[in-house]
């Protein structure tokens, strides 16, 4: 069949089957599957004793029946968990055997389904785990994005199961000269949610062997459902992944951090040999009229989001994540190829009974061959389609560091001029393409291009190290003082870097080596890792303890913060309103950044203020207490504050007062289109 016909309203009328039995489905007496292949002639499940493809260990074939909405279906009696599976579809020009885009767990290496009692998984008291931030704003969140590996490989780690998700909960851990490692370092930086690179099961590492220590960032789908095995102390059988992937959530949780995944449904490892394209040919991509993938992804094909099935099943694999495993958030991989009603549908499902979990993505504007015409894509231009979801701030990032096109190209931070305006509107939750602050995922480094202090150490030649880390740090007050959500790569609190052999900086890290990749606790032994780590753990501290830097709209935004005029190159002021618990204005804030060699003195508006954030420490205590006026150090930020307590000890109104002297600037709207970014293959 000519994939164009997929995407008529004939087809989608006919065969849009909604039931959520898709897969296999156990009980202790039976099991039932159910599998979407509207182009079969003739479709079996083959069961098998083991999970290894290849291995001639067939138990049984078992003819599947014609359904509705061009499904067939089947069903085994006895307890089948454990059992392996795969369906073989006869499509008339050829018989396929596919791995079951339904599985929810795999053998090794992800081509053979396995039939799984899940709720024999749990971990215990699973039914009491809960999200630790539930309730709260997504402005609340402070993200940290770490891959599965990173965190435990390196010798410095201490940590056991190296490499592995149980790796991620192990409490107690140290370097060798007792400073604190993995979660319970995590757990002391403050974060509230951590950000995971792909941990489904991708393609690029060969899990039956693990001794090998293979590296890869996983942007390489095979298996949406099933956790990754290379993560697993035991990748063979299929019930091993699960349960540990499950007490990775539970630990965190228990430990108060909230788990997000980097999800890639955009594109998959292999458009030809994916498991639903050899069960309906072509249908899960992005094809022309002959045959040739689109890729945009640039990884040799494009989800065809567009079309029911393909839709129906990004929404069930969401929901799934959230339900099974308790997942509190979605990351995903260049969702400007995934279009705009396929990511509402997502929100609208997984909301229904989880209203806290937190989305946002790669909203980059990139060339693909959608099926239908006029279809509306997920990029930052059309956030206002997408309430509830929020985009990669990359116009802060480039700000920050300099372009993403030039590793050499100095940003604010390291003292390029020209940036002030475009800082002040990100400052406010606003870059160019955003109406929201809630929509806004602020950063200055992630796993793409260079580490933070690599990238500025490259374009800072004359600078001289403590100036490099100075900048470093007030990029990092920078984002998490801006309104929106802050984000950071795991290390940047402790100057990670990515030193290739020949002492230039990795900027593409996707298969490089653990040497490479790996956080390097050695470093906290030096004092001056130790001061980043103490200043990027007062900023959070600091951000957590003032809802005024976390506001959710931008009306909020509008009627509490004033740019402060002003035209010296490098230098930006705000003055903001705060709020306390129950919503009363109560405070004061004045924050500026200085990118600037020189030393500035700033003019207070009336009253004391306290310094909270200067260019050696950062915390919620007041470091010192000034008046009238102020100066702020050189490649530095300045954050003060103002609580007036009345004579009951209450806090009294003081905004109107505050804001009336100061004249509101005027911000510049433009910008820059957001970069198209090539990443991983
Ligand atoms: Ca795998």
């Known amino acids: 069949m000519n994939s164009e016909a997929y995407s008529t309203e004939e087809f989608e009328a006919k065969y849009t089957y909604s039931g959520n039995d898709l897969g ?28 290894t493809a290849g291995v001639d260990d067939l138990l049984e074939q078992v003819d599947m029946t014609a359904d509705v909405c061009g499904t067939w279906v089947a069903r085994k009696s006895g307890d089948l968990n454990g059992v392996y599976y795969t369906y073989l579809v006869d499509l008339g ?42 309730g709260q704003d997504f ?61 489904y099961d ?22 949406f459902n099933v956790p990754e095995g290379s993560y697993a102390t035991d990748p063979f059988h299929g019930e091993v992944r699960v349960r540990e992937m499950k007490q990775m959530v539970k630990g965190l949780h228990d430990n108060g951090i909230s788990v997000v995944m980097d999800v890639v449904y955009n594109h998959v490892y292999d458009g030809g040999s994916f498991c639903f394209n050899r069960i309906v040919p072509q249908y899960f991509s992005r094809v022309d009229g002959s045959g040739t993938y689109s890729n945009g992804s640039g990884c040799g094909n494009d989800t065809a989001s567009e079309r029911s ?60 061959r959608v099926t239908k015409p006029n279809i509306p894509m997920a990029i930052q231009a059309n956030s206002p389609m997408t309430p509830g979801f929020a985009y990669f701030n990359d116009t802060l990032r480039d700000l920050l560091r300099g372009t993403v096109f030039d590793d050499r190209a100095p940003g604010f931070v390291s003292g ?64 998490m003082t801006c309104q929106g959500i802050p984000f950071m790569q795991a290390g940047e609190e402790m100057l990670r870097s990515k030193p290739r052999a020949d002492g230039s900086f990795e900027h593409n890290s996707y298969c490089s080596p653990d040497s490479v990749n790996s956080l390097k606790w050695d470093c906290l032994n030096g004092q001056e890792y130790r001061d980043v780590l103490a200043y990027y753990q007062g900023l959070i ?56 060699r020189e030393a500035r003195q700033l003019q ?12 050696r420490q950062a915390g919620t205590k007041a470091l010192a207490t000034v008046e009238g006026s102020v100066t702020v150090a050189p490649i530095s930020a300045l954050v003060l504050t103002k609580e007036r307590p009345d004579t009951d000890g209450k806090k009294v109104k003081l905004v109107g007062a505050m804001l009336g002297g100061v004249a509101a600037a005027a911000v510049t709207i433009g910008g820059t289109v957001a970069a198209i970014k090539r990443k991983h293959k």
């Open 24 to 51: 296999a489905t156990w009980s202790p007496d039976a099991t039932a599957f159910r599998v979407w292949a509207p182009t079969a002639r003739a479709v079996k499940v083959r069961l098998y004793r083991g999970g």
């Open 93 to 134: 020009s050829a018989v396929n055997e596919a791995c079951d885009p339904y599985a929810r767990t795999t053998g090794v290496n992800g081509q053979r389904a396995m039939v799984i009692d899940l709720a024999s998984t749990n971990p215990k008291n699973w039914h009491k785990d809960a999200d630790p931030h539930a």
């Open 139 to 199: 402005t609340d969140a402070v993200i940290y994005e770490l891959h599965v590996r990173d965190l435990s490989c390196d010798e410095s780690a201490g940590i056991r199961d190296k490499g592995k998700f149980l790796g991620l909960i192990q409490r107690g851990t140290t370097n060798g000269s007792g400073i604190p490692t993995g979660l319970d370092h995590m757990k002391a930086l403050g974060i509230t949610h951590l950000h995971l690179l792909p941990s």
């Open 202 to 223: 991708y393609g690029s590492v060969d899990e039956a062997h693990p001794e090998a220590n293979q590296f890869n960032w996983g942007y390489d789908p095979l298996n």
């Open 309 to 368: 099935m393909v839709r129906k099943y990004i929404v069930d694999s969401v929901k799934y994540w959230a339900d099974e495993y308790h997942i509190d958030g979605f990351r995903f991989d260049l969702v400007g190829l995934l279009d705009v009603q396929t990511i509402n549908a997502i929100m609208e499902e997984v909301r229904k009974t989880h209203p806290n979990v937190v989305f946002y993505g790669e909203g980059w504007d990139m060339s693909t």
């Open 416 to 479: 390029a001029a020209g940036y002030e305006d475009t800082l002040r509107q990100c400052f406010l939750g606003l870059p160019h393409w955003c109406k929201s602050p809630a929509q806004t995922v602020n950063y200055g480094s992630c796993h793409d291009n260079m580490a933070l202090f690599d990238r500025i150490v490259v374009s800072t030649p004359n600078a001289t190290r403590a100036e490099q880390i100075r900048m470093n740090n007030l990029s990092a007050a920078i984002c």
């Open 541 to 596: 501290a600091f951000r957590k303890a003032h809802k005024a830097l976390r506001m959710t709209t931008a009306e909020e935004v509008s009627a509490n913060i004033r740019c402060i005029p002003g035209s010296t190159p490098g230098l930006v002021e705000f003055l903001i309103s705060g709020s306390d618990i129950a919503g009363e204005p109560s405070e004061a804030l004045y924050v500026a950044f200085n990118a600037g």
């Open 604 to 615: 207070l508006p009336e009253g004391k203020w306290e310094v909270c954030v200067n260019e």
